[in-house]
C-alpha cells in the first residue's frame, strides 16, 4: 500500500523547464518596453519610400504676354479696329442680307488688320501713338491672329488673343495713352469690357470729360 501512494504522488516540476519560460517571459517583456520608451524618429525624405513623397509644386514664372500683345501699337489698334470692322459687317449681313457695300468694309476690316498699321499710325492721334512708324519688317513679321490661316485653323484661341489685345487697346484710348485719373483703376486687376465701360460711365456721370 505504502508503495502505491509513493507511486501515485505527481512527480516535481521541472526547475529547469520552468526558469526557461520564466527567463524567455522576462526578455520579451524587457523587449517591449525598450520599444516603447525609444525616441521615434521623425521621417525623412531619405527613408521616406518615394511613392509616398508629395511631388513639387510647379514652378510659376512670370506671365508672358502673347506674340499680337508684343507687336507695335499702331498693328495692335489696326487688329482691333480690323475686327470691329468685320464683326460689324457680319451682323449687318446677318440682320439685313446681302450687300456689295457690307461686305466690303468686312473686306477692308481684314486688309487692315493684316497689313495696315503703317496706314493707320498716319491718321491715329498723337496721343493713341507710340514709337515711330511701323516698319515692312514688323509688318511682315507680326502674327495675323484670327486673319490667318493659323487663326483660322484654330480660331478658339485666335479670337481670345485678338479679345485680349482689343480691351488693352480700349483701356490704352481711354486713358489717352498716359497716366491719368483713369490709369490705376483701369489696370489693376484683369481688364474688362464692363469694367472699362463702368470706370468710363462714372467719370463721365462726374461731369470728368478729360481726366488730368
Same mark, same amino acid.
Given at each position: 500500500?505504502?508503495?502505491?501512494?509513493?507511486?501515485?504522488?505527481?512527480?516535481?516540476?521541472?526547475?529547469?523547464?520552468?526558469?526557461?519560460?520564466?527567463?524567455?517571459?522576462?526578455?520579451?517583456?524587457?523587449? &517591449?518596453?525598450?520599444?516603447?520608451?525609444?525616441?521615434?524618429?521623425?521621417?525623412?525624405?531619405?527613408?521616406?519610400? *518615394?511613392?509616398?513623397?508629395? %511631388?513639387?509644386?510647379?514652378?510659376?514664372?512670370?506671365?508672358?504676354?502673347?506674340?499680337?500683345? /508684343?507687336?507695335?501699337?499702331? =498693328? $495692335?489698334?489696326?487688329?482691333?479696329?480690323?475686327?470691329?470692322?468685320?464683326?460689324? &459687317?457680319?451682323?449687318?449681313?446677318?440682320?439685313?442680307?446681302?450687300?456689295? %457695300?457690307? %461686305?466690303?468694309?468686312?473686306?477692308?476690316?481684314?486688309?487692315?488688320?493684316?497689313?495696315?498699321? !503703317?496706314?493707320?499710325?498716319?491718321?491715329?492721334?498723337?496721343?493713341? $501713338?507710340?514709337?515711330?512708324?511701323? !516698319?515692312?519688317?514688323?509688318? *511682315?513679321?507680326?502674327?495675323?491672329?484670327?486673319?490667318?490661316? %493659323?487663326?483660322?485653323?484654330?480660331?478658339?484661341?485666335?479670337?481670345?488673343? +485678338?479679345?485680349? =489685345?482689343?480691351?488693352?487697346?480700349?483701356?490704352?484710348? #481711354?486713358?489717352?495713352? /498716359? $497716366?491719368? #485719373?483713369? !490709369?490705376?483703376?483701369?489696370?489693376?486687376? +484683369?481688364?474688362?469690357?464692363? /469694367?472699362? #465701360?463702368?470706370?468710363?460711365?462714372?467719370?463721365?456721370?462726374?461731369? =470728368?470729360?478729360?481726366?488730368?
Amino acid at each position: 500500500g505504502q508503495w502505491q501512494r509513493r507511486r501515485r504522488r505527481p512527480p516535481p516540476p521541472p526547475t529547469t523547464l520552468m526558469a526557461d519560460i520564466d527567463l524567455k517571459a522576462l526578455a520579451a517583456e524587457r523587449e &517591449a518596453r525598450l520599444r516603447n520608451s525609444a525616441p521615434r524618429q521623425a521621417p525623412t525624405s531619405a527613408n521616406v519610400p *518615394a511613392r509616398a513623397r508629395p %511631388a513639387p509644386a510647379p514652378a510659376r514664372g512670370p506671365s508672358t504676354a502673347s506674340a499680337l500683345a /508684343k507687336c507695335h501699337r499702331s =498693328v $495692335r489698334m489696326a487688329h482691333s479696329i480690323g475686327l470691329a470692322l468685320v464683326a460689324g &459687317a457680319l451682323l449687318l449681313l446677318v440682320l439685313m442680307g446681302w450687300s456689295t %457695300a457690307i %461686305a466690303l468694309v468686312g473686306i477692308a476690316g481684314v486688309g487692315l488688320a493684316r497689313g495696315g498699321g !503703317t496706314l493707320l499710325h498716319s491718321v491715329l492721334p498723337e496721343m493713341l $501713338r507710340e514709337g515711330g512708324v511701323p !516698319t515692312d519688317a514688323e509688318i *511682315a513679321a507680326s502674327p495675323k491672329g484670327i486673319f490667318g490661316l %493659323a487663326g483660322l485653323r484654330q480660331p478658339g484661341p485666335a479670337l481670345a488673343e +485678338e479679345w485680349d =489685345v482689343a480691351l488693352e487697346n480700349l483701356a490704352f484710348a #481711354c486713358t489717352y495713352g /498716359k $497716366r491719368n #485719373c483713369l !490709369t490705376n483703376d483701369m489696370y489693376s486687376g +484683369e481688364l474688362s469690357l464692363g /469694367k472699362i #465701360c463702368s470706370l468710363v460711365y462714372g467719370k463721365l456721370s462726374q461731369g =470728368v470729360v478729360r481726366c488730368a
